[in-house]
């Protein structure tokens, strides 16, 4: 915790449902260690994120404070503030944060405080993530815990060890916010008790730190949105529909998607169904009867791969090797056999494609 | 705004669709969760119903999710009703625009009046409105309504419209009490069709089955009238598993005879495509496994569960009067509900992780749970 | 205030009805588009006279019975949605139950029209009058009147909806009405003639909020924390500004009709050099000049006020009436249990109202007429006693004492209520 105040928040920044449990079981133990330490605490689920959605970006976060009127302040507030640390449990949410409508993508880091450290949960280079990650105006610290995402879902729990190895990191990187041994002696009271304690240790060494400067980073193109006053807004509460042929361009979707479709278009049959049951409108038709990606709006729900019917046509591929959301049809246009070398590259930066699940 | 040429073919009722229409009036840029299969069905149901169609929907996901100020997926005029109103909204607003154009105060024309709602507000609480606006024949109104088997822009706790036994959050299956949703789901489309003769059509659907379902809404809104087509999908927050299994999914509650894909024009009762070829035994359904064992909300299921869970669905096959839609039984029914007051079963059960949500209540080592990057 | 020059009388015809056939005769004369109506008393007999009216062809609309009052509610906001002029109505725990459909019909901004035909709230089940039903809806965005007369009935629907529908309002107005004294018994009432009805209430228009496939909008998608806030406040800017429609409204109707009423928010009786003044709304005012005049012909220096528009509520008038006055009994036909001096919301609202006067009159709260009892010439004349009692004695705060109960003011058994006292 910085020196200057008494107050310090863990921001636990998520796929919502998939890790919903997963940031509330890290949030809430990292409060309940820090009362071993004499301190006060408490979470926040962003209130704005709920109903939570499948993929859809959420936060949670740990107020630790010293004393109860520095708690007081942030625990009235949606998102608080003298953010220490946002912990990020897909690297892939480095690409910024879009969890609602209208209010555009937020960058990963934009809440971090002077010197705070951004943890990424991520088997990613530094120099990958900063790809992604905008500068800030101040130092921070890049910290990376060796991993895979842990998904899991609304009623079934991925006890993959995440949890307490995100704790232990935690602890690492905020120079002992909360330290090891109270994280140790807490986990004390959970199941297998030995167990926890050796992933919040595994946590707590392998964690690498990278301090990063002022500027340097990806360009920061966010500018907050400007709210309309009372007098601005229409009466009876209406908003223009959208216009026939254009879509919804106050949310965007991608930053949801975690893998995206591509395309083999040499081997597409123009059968349609990738059209037909996409649920968020995604596949634009092409004048030769493929079907483009809008990847702008496609949260990479993964229904085309599973449901087209060519073997290897359409892959769900990890979307952190992606440089940019343009359709990439016209590439193939232009030029298939280049296309084809882009998509294999693609697929083999990613480390294969997701597997299919088969058909029943 | 210039509306432009409606190209939904125009067929005769009982021609099917060939080609799918390509204009979407519900657009990309929902807040839907991934794999959400309500926001195809309103695709679906938008895409061919064309732009003279106003559309009001009831609280839940596909309100909120869909329309948060100031931003709008809607290409139809839409506008938001109560949680228990689909069938007052859809009332008032054609009645509003019939006397408007007998008046002449506005052009006299076709419009399409939708009013879709959800189990939780169609199947529950608005039950009686769907009642009334299916009794009323003066009307041209369609109620959809998206059955994604609980009331889940709430995250999730049980509707009437819940399967026996499915974990919800008012229903969880704890360890004293395998299994808490006690009531067996409610086959709300056969008993509006049973309770009024007046309506002229009704459909059961799935979102598994697109084009199917898009003549089932193109028929309804063809024939005119109080019509009423209802669609199953799947929800993959909610039944917990991988979004990208959600198509196929809808389409194995149709293989396992969950789902029956039915229609009724004028007091005609029509089979469609799968169910059409169960009904005639030239294709078996599938064992009701296959369908439960993909789902996290099923997680805690005995064998004994799945048996129970798959003689209620044969008996809808074997012993209703009108199969997979009706139930006057020919012989009574024999088996009893299980009661599941047993406590979980360790098997069964998984590693249970405290939560700090409340919702890590544990569950079984079953396949495409979570995430596509599990 | 309103009274301006007023032309020849239009032509009108004199008719022996009830306070709901005289609405219904409104909404002929107004060609109301869309009504829905579900059974409760009292209210319903206006939803027997118009749908008895469509089905004699004396009238063009759309009449649904509906299969609640949730549902007659909704249907009404959904028409009005649509672009049709549209009616409800109900009765006490009727109107509750539509309750949460009321509430979204004044956030859509929705100029539905109501009859609410007062009645005690069940349990137990009671059919008289208490004005606690419409009062339920009194923050939420509606315009809420009280009519004293039949005549007065059909000339506030009239007014209900210019001013509803007037664009620098945009609100749901609901006309109560005394059960029984009103619903149930016939006056004599001008009825208008249609064109000089068009002539006072242009058609209705919702512009670009209309629901049509030529309008394409979405109608009240989901707000979060960051705009809710400025949506009410265009809610209370419609509802500030009412108060300048709802005087403009008033002299048109004079300009129109060639009578109405000389204040468009109060009802002031012999207030000129009143000492004293008695206070209440609806019907009671028809006994409360009766028992003015009594005690003017007595020598005594009393007038009666009584308040018409409750919402948008007539502060400056109750202020510039009321300040110089000795006395003011408030006459409450509800309850608020538990509220200030045990009064009724009347009462709460005078008080408040005057709070901002340096030279405030005593004012005596009473509850009178629950459940439809009576309210006679007698009990005004008692109230009036206890109101130049306590002036006299100068008791700042008095207990509210209920008028025509059986039983004394406080519980002897209970020692507390005693204490607490009343006025002896």
């Known amino acids: 915790m910085s020196d200057e105040t008494s107050v310090g928040a863990v921001d636990v920044t998520y796929r919502g449902i998939f890790q919903k449990n997963l940031a509330g079981v890290i949030t809430k133990e990292l409060v309940k260690a820090a009362r071993r330490e004499d301190k006060v605490g408490g979470t926040v689920q962003r209130y704005g994120d709920s109903p939570e959605r499948n993929g859809i970006p959420a936060k949670q976060f740990a107020v630790i404070a010293d004393d109860m009127d520095s708690l007081r302040v942030e625990m009235t507030k949606y998102e608080p503030e003298n953010v220490v640390v946002v912990c990020v449990m897909d690297d892939t949410l480095t690409k910024g944060v879009e969890s609602w409508a209208w209010y555009g993508v937020r960058p990963i880091n934009v809440n971090l405080a002077p010197g705070g450290t951004l943890l990424v949960v991520s088997h990613r280079s530094p120099e990958e993530l900063l790809h992604w990650i905008p500068r800030r105006t101040y130092d921070w610290t890049l910290a990376i815990l060796p991993g895979e995402p842990s998904f899991g879902g609304l009623w079934v729990y991925n006890d993959d060890g995440t949890d307490y190895r995100t704790m232990g990191a935690v602890s690492r990187v905020t120079g002992g916010l909360i330290s090891l041994d109270s994280l140790i002696a807490q986990a004390g009271s959970a199941k297998n008790p030995d167990l926890r304690a050796a992933q919040l240790r595994e946590g707590y060494e392998s964690v690498q730190m990278h301090p990063i400067a002022a500027g340097v980073g990806a360009q920061d193109t966010y500018v907050p949105v ?26 965007m979707k991608y930053t949801t998607r975690t893998t995206r479709p591509l395309v083999k278009f040499d081997t597409c049959v123009k059968c349609q169904i990738c059209y ?40 769900m591929v990890d979307e952190s090797v992606f440089e940019s959301n343009e359709p990439l049809h016209k590439v193939f246009e232009s030029d298939p056999a280049a296309y084809e070398d882009l998509r294999a590259e693609k697929v083999a930066q990613a480390g294969g494609a997701n597997p299919h699940y088969g058909i029943y | 705004m210039a509306i432009p040429e409606l190209v939904i073919p125009d067929l005769e009722i009982n021609r099917r669709l060939t080609v799918l229409p390509m204009q979407e009036y519900y657009t990309s840029g929902h807040r839907t969760c991934q794999g959400c299969e309500s926001a195809l069905v309103m695709r679906y149901m938008a895409k061919i119903a064309g732009p003279r169609t106003l559309v009001t929907g009831t609280t839940g996901c596909m309100y909120v999710a869909n329309t948060s100020y100031n931003s709008t997926p809607w290409a139809l005029p839409w506008a938001h009703t109560q949680l228990g109103s689909a069938g ?116 059961n659907a799935s979102s598994g089955f697109g084009m199917d379902l898009m003549d089932k ?16 999908d799947p929800c993959p927050k909610g039944w917990d598993f991988d979004p990208r299994m959600s198509h196929e999914l809808a389409i194995l509650a149709v293989e396992c005879g969950i789902t029956v894909l039915w229609d009724c024009l004028e007091g005609e009762l029509r089979y469609q495509g799968l169910t059409k ?57 024999g088996r009893l509900p299980v009661d599941g007051s047993s406590p979980r079963q360790a098997g069964h059960a998984g590693a249970a992780v405290a939560s700090g949500n409340g919702n890590g209540s544990g569950g079984a080592q079953i396949e495409a749970v979570g995430g596509n990057r599990a | 205030m309103t ?60 009449f649904i019975v509906a299969e609640s009052e949730h549902s007659q509610f909704e249907i009404g906001k959904h028409a009005s949605l649509v672009g049709a002029r549209a009616f409800i109505g109900s009765s006490g725990v009727g109107w509750m139950y539509g309750m949460e459909a009321l509430v979204v019909t004044a956030s859509l901004r929705l100029p539905v029209v109501a009859l609410v035909g007062n009645r005690a709230l069940d349990d137990p089940g009671a059919f008289g009058v208490e004005h606690n039903d419409a009062m339920m809806v009194r923050d939420t965005g509606w315009l809420l009147y009280w009519v004293e007369s039949a005549q ?144 003017r012909a007595a020598g005594k220096k009393v007038g009666f006020l009584r308040v018409k528009w409750f919402r948008p509520f007539p502060q400056p008038e109750l202020r510039a009436l009321l300040r110089g006055v000795k006395g003011v009994g408030v006459v409450d036909r509800d309850y608020s249990f538990g509220s200030n001096s045990h009064g009724g919301v009347l009462y709460t609202e005078v008080a408040a109202a005057l709070y901002p006067e340096p030279r405030r009159p005593v004012l005596v709260p009473f509850i009178a007429g629950l459940g439809g009892r009576e309210v006679s010439v007698d009990n005004l004349l008692e109230m009036e006693e206890t109101v130049e009692r306590a002036t006299a004695d100068g008791v700042a705060d008095l207990t509210c004492q209920w008028i025509g109960v059986r039983g004394p003011d406080s519980d002897p058994r209970d020692v507390a209520a005693t204490a607490e006292g009343g006025v002896r």
């Not at chain 2, 809404?217 to 199953?232: E, K, M, N, S």
């Open chain 1, 226 to 251: 400007e709210m309309p006053d009372w007098t601005q807004m229409r009466e009876g509460l209406v908003v223009p529909a959208v216009e026939v042929g254009k879509n919804n361009t106050l949310f």
């Open chain 1, 276 to 315: 037909t049951v996409c649920p968020d409108e995604c596949f634009i038709p092409t004048p030769e009867g493929h079907y483009d990606v809008n990847y702008e709006h496609c949260c990479g729900c993964g229904i085309c791969a599973q449901s087209c019917p060519v073997s290897g046509c359409i892959e």
């Open chain 2, 88 to 203: 007052s909204s859809a009332i008032g607003t054609a009645a509003a625009l019939k006397v408007l154009m007998r008046k002449g105060k506005i052009p006299d024309e076709r419009i399409n009046v939708i009013a879709f709602c959800s189990d939780g507000g169609g199947g529950d609480m608005g039950l009686a409105t769907l009642s009334a606006a299916l009794q009323d024949t003066r009307y041209n109104l369609l109620i959809l309504l998206y059955d994604n088997e609980s009331y889940a822009n709430t995250d999730i706790q049980a509707s009437g419209m819940t399967p026996w036994g499915a974990v919800t959050s008012f229903t969880p299956s704890g360890t004293e009490q395998r299994i808490t949703q006690h009531r067996w789901k409610k086959n709300v489309p056969a008993l509006l069709m049973a309770g009024h003769p007046t309506g002229r059509y009704f459909a």
């Open chain 2, 217 to 232: 809404v193109r028929i309804a809104l063809d024939v005119g009238g109080p019509t009423f087509v209802q669609t199953h």
């Open chain 2, 277 to 333: 070829q169960q009904v005639e035994g030239k294709v078996r359904r599938k064992p009701v496994a296959d369908y439960l064992r993909r789902q996290g909300r099923f997680a805690h299921f005995t064998d004994e569960d799945v048996d129970f869970f798959q003689s209620r669905i044969d008996e809808m096959w074997e012993d209703w009067i009108l199969p997979g839609v009706l139930r006057v039984n020919q012989t009574p029914f």
């Open chain 3, 3 to 62: 009274t301006t020059q007023e032309t020849a009388p239009a032509p009108e015809r004199e008719e022996i009805i009830t306070g709901c056939d005289a609405v219904a005769q409104a909404l002929r004369l107004l060609d109301v588009d869309v009504l829905a109506g579900y059974p409760i008393r009292p209210y319903d007999s206006v939803m027997t006279a118009v749908s008895k009216m469509i089905a004699d062809g004396q009238m063009d609309a759309e």
């Open chain 3, 152 to 295: 007065e009935a059909l000339d506030t629907t009239l007014l209900a909806y210019r001013v509803a529908e007037d664009k620098r309002v945009m609100l749901p107005c609901a006309l109560s009405m005394d059960g029984a004294f009103l619903t149930h018994s016939q006056h004599m009432v001008r009825v208008p003639v249609a064109d000089t009805v068009s002539a006072f209430v242009p058609p209705y228009e919702l512009g670009d909020r209309r629901f049509h496939p030529d309008n394409p909008v979405s109608i009240a998608p989901q707000f979060n924390e960051d705009w809710v806030m400025e949506a009410r406040r265009q809610s209370d800017a419609g509802m500030r500004r009412a108060r300048a429609v709802i005087a403009e409204a008033t002299a048109d109707f004079h300009r129109v009709f060639g009578r109405g009423p000389a204040d468009p928010f109060v009802d002031s009786y012999r207030m000129e050099d009143a000492e004293y003044v008695l206070m209440g709304m609806g019907t009671v005012g028809m006994v409360g000049k009766v028992a003015v005049d009594r005690m």
